[in-house]
């Protein structure tokens, strides 16, 4: 027996009807429908007098696999102690795998003191135990086991008779009289076409991709998105009309256009892990001249063969390996990262340029932000001798100003940190309010089902994004602390340093955290570049004039009748 608070409890908190519906359930669809499962649960809420309900939906959400929006959101709820009951149709609503079911079931509800109902199964923890429960979830997994096997069965019955198993493909669209059959899409179509007639004359991927962007074409993501085409990608691309490499390349390699159906070119291991897997192309099955073809056989076959003969790009340094600063040079100005070269007239000639530049990597920085490697490592090598330098003449002092910038930065992130939390979690609230107040209404019949449904799970997309957003910055900010730690580590890579007088890839990721390279400035020997080196844990290092200490203007020859002139200020300079 219940005692009168813990039923008052339960009363006052929230009570979760879970419904969930997976599109693999066959005959059982319309008994097991949303509306007729919220339905059902409801009046069964009312006769267990439990008042304060709320629905949480999962359709087309496979019982499998736990990872699903609404389950999701009810857990947040327990979690936040806001629900005390949970009641579902019956037990293959809430999962179809039993060992998942179990952990649920017998530790995380009386965990949480959650009392749990699967209405159909006659199961109630009010009452105790149910050894009958265990059993039914075995046979739900096994059920879906099965279901798995029928599915597949027919999907490979579907596939080797050629009717195309995957999504059409940029350019095509579904026939609205035969879903089973492709049609070409006049508008898309001509921009494939566009595409390997760009290819036939010779021009690259990244040429390619630069034309369309230009020409402002939604990208495929973005113009099955704006399109209302479910397809998978990002949600929303940041520049719809920015076309990609790879994109284009796997444009045309598509067999597909040439009118050719071709299936099982993915798997999945097995019911559970719904992860596709590329099949080898042996494994496929080809179906030609299914479908109104939007590339002649005889040009894709004349692309392959001009993609086959394409060299690769010889490696950009010596041997392949990458430059020892590879990973460390950003934009000054748009903080994308440099990409290492070779000169290809003078191969002994290696440099640095950013790899958003508008004019040869079609980005959108206006300067190539040049430097020459033999310089920068010449700079950086002087930079952390000045370091070292100080360090060793007047370690008290420089001590001081790591501790005064290391605590004033970590301040400054932890202010920020604290003000983004209070705002996400300010918004997690209003949100949850918005679909309280939705439910409402639509309890109250003043919203239609589909209106119910489309903003339901638009918030708890969104409260799914706030959670994820609120945990990492707590993450953080717990981590913020552990900056000051990070001194101490400095300190003990410069007097490593001292003694090796030499750039290592090791010491560097002890050190440096990143360096910005901003373009030059001036002509002739007036030419001015600066660079701003960020190191580990402290950031930007300013170290004043100490009386002890003159400042010294380093000369580097980086090659013969050429010198690097090295000027410590606020931000590195370097004149050749």
């Given at each position: 027996m219940q005692?009168?608070?813990?039923?008052?409890?339960?009363?006052?908190?929230?009570?979760?009807?879970?419904?969930?519906?997976?599109?693999?359930e066959g005959v059982d669809v319309e008994s097991n429908s949303i509306l007729n499962q919220k339905r059902m649960l409801e009046k069964k809420a009312k006769e267990y007098g439990l008042k304060n309900t709320r629905c949480y939906v999962d359709d087309g959400y496979t019982g499998t696999n736990f990872n699903r929006p609404g389950f999701q959101q009810m857990i947040d709820d327990i979690e936040a102690g806001y629900v005390t009951t949970?009641?579902?149709?019956?037990?293959?609503?809430?999962?179809?795998?039993?060992?998942?079911?179990?952990?649920?079931?017998?530790?995380?509800?009386?965990?949480?003191?959650?009392?749990?109902?699967?209405?159909?199964?006659?199961?109630?923890?009010?009452?105790?135990?149910?050894?009958?429960?265990?059993?039914?979830?075995?046979?739900?997994?096994?059920?879906?086991?099965?279901?798995?096997?029928?599915?597949?069965?027919?999907?490979?019955?579907?596939?080797?008779?050629?009717?195309?198993?995957?999504?059409?493909?940029?350019?095509?669209?579904?026939?609205?009289?035969?879903?089973?059959?492709?049609?070409?899409?006049?508008?898309?179509?001509?921009?494939?076409?566009?595409?390997?007639?760009?290819?036939?004359?010779?021009?690259?991927?990244?040429?390619?991709?630069?034309?369309?962007?230009?020409?402002?074409?939604?990208a495929p993501t973005a113009y099955w998105l704006d399109r209302g085409i479910k397809r998978g990608g990002k949600k929303v691309p940041k520049e719809p009309w920015k076309w990609k490499c790879e994109t284009i390349g796997k444009i045309l390699s598509n067999q597909e256009y040439c009118g050719d159906v071709i299936n099982f070119k993915t798997y999945s291991k097995n019911f559970r892990n719904k992860k596709r897997i590329n099949n080898p192309e042996e494994n496929w099955v080809i179906f030609k001249d299914v479908h109104e073809p939007i590339i002649e056989r005889s040009v894709f076959e004349r692309v392959q063969e001009m993609?086959?003969?394409?060299?690769?790009?010889?490696?950009?340094?010596?041997?392949?390996?990458?430059?020892?600063?590879?990973?460390?040079?950003?934009?000054?100005?748009c903080h994308s990262k440099l990409w290492y070269h070779t000169n290809t007239i003078n191969k002994e000639i290696h440099f640095f340029s950013c790899s958003n530049y508008a004019k040869d990597y079609r980005g959108t920085c206006p300067t190539r932000h040049y430097i020459r490697a033999d310089a920068i490592e010449q700079v950086v090598m002087l930079e952390l001798r000045r370091l070292a330098t100080f360090l060793q003449d007047d370690e008290d002092t420089f001590i001081e100003i790591l501790?005064?910038?290391?605590?004033?930065?970590?301040?400054?992130?932890?202010?920020?940190?604290?003000?983004?939390?209070?705002?996400?979690?300010?918004?997690?609230?209003?949100?949850?309010?918005?679909?309280?107040?939705?439910?409402?209404?639509?309890?109250?019949?003043?919203?239609?089902?589909?209106?119910?449904?489309?903003?339901?799970?638009?918030?708890?997309?969104?409260?799914?994004?706030?959670?994820?957003?609120?945990?990492?910055?707590?993450?953080?900010?717990?981590?913020?602390?552990?900056?000051?730690?990070?001194?101490?580590s400095f300190v003990k890579a410069?007097?490593?340093?001292?003694?090796?007088?030499?750039?290592?890839?090791?010491?560097?990721?002890?050190?440096?955290?990143?360096?910005?390279?901003?373009?030059?400035?001036?002509?002739?020997?007036?030419?001015?570049?600066?660079?701003?080196?960020?190191?580990?844990?402290?950031?930007?290092?300013e170290i004043p004039e100490v009386p002890k200490r003159r400042r010294e203007?380093?000369?580097?020859?980086?090659?013969?009748?050429?010198?690097v002139e090295y000027v410590p200020q606020i931000a590195a300079g370097a004149t050749a």
């Open positions: 005692s009168k608070n813990k039923k008052l409890n339960m009363i006052a908190g929230i009570t979760a009807l879970y419904c969930r519906l997976s599109r693999d949970v009641m579902v149709k019956d037990l293959s609503r809430l999962g179809r795998y039993a060992p998942e079911m179990g952990i649920y079931m017998d530790s995380y509800f009386p965990e949480h003191d959650v009392r749990f109902i699967a209405v159909n199964d006659l199961v109630d923890s009010a009452e105790g135990e149910n050894e009958i429960a265990p059993f039914k979830n075995v046979m739900n997994e096994m059920y879906a086991r099965d279901i798995s096997k029928k599915v597949r069965s027919a999907h490979r019955i579907r596939g080797n008779c050629g009717e195309p198993l995957g999504q059409p493909p940029y350019g095509y669209i579904k026939d609205p009289l035969n879903k089973k059959k492709w049609i070409i899409e006049p508008g898309t179509a001509e921009v494939v076409q566009d595409i390997f007639k760009m290819c036939m004359e010779g021009k690259g991927n990244e040429t390619i991709a630069r034309i369309l962007s230009e020409r402002k074409l939604l993609k086959a003969k394409t060299k690769r790009r010889a490696p950009k340094n010596n041997g392949g390996e990458k430059h020892l600063l590879s990973d460390y040079l950003y934009c000054g100005d501790t005064n910038k290391t605590n004033c930065d970590i301040l400054k992130e932890q202010k920020y940190l604290e003000d983004e939390i209070n705002k996400a979690v300010a918004r997690n609230e209003k949100v949850s309010g918005l679909y309280e107040k939705l439910y409402e209404d639509h309890a109250e019949n003043k919203i239609s089902e589909e209106w119910f449904m489309h903003m339901s799970q638009k918030y708890e997309a969104e409260r799914m994004e706030l959670k994820s957003k609120i945990s990492r910055l707590r993450r953080e900010l717990a981590e913020a602390d552990a900056l000051k730690l990070g001194q101490e410069i007097r490593k340093f001292l003694q090796m007088q030499t750039l290592t890839k090791p010491l560097l990721q002890e050190l440096i955290d990143h360096i910005d390279i901003f373009e030059t400035e001036g002509t002739g020997k007036n030419r001015t570049q600066r660079i701003t080196v960020y190191y580990r844990f402290v950031g930007y290092i203007n380093y000369v580097a020859d980086t090659r013969q009748g050429v010198s």
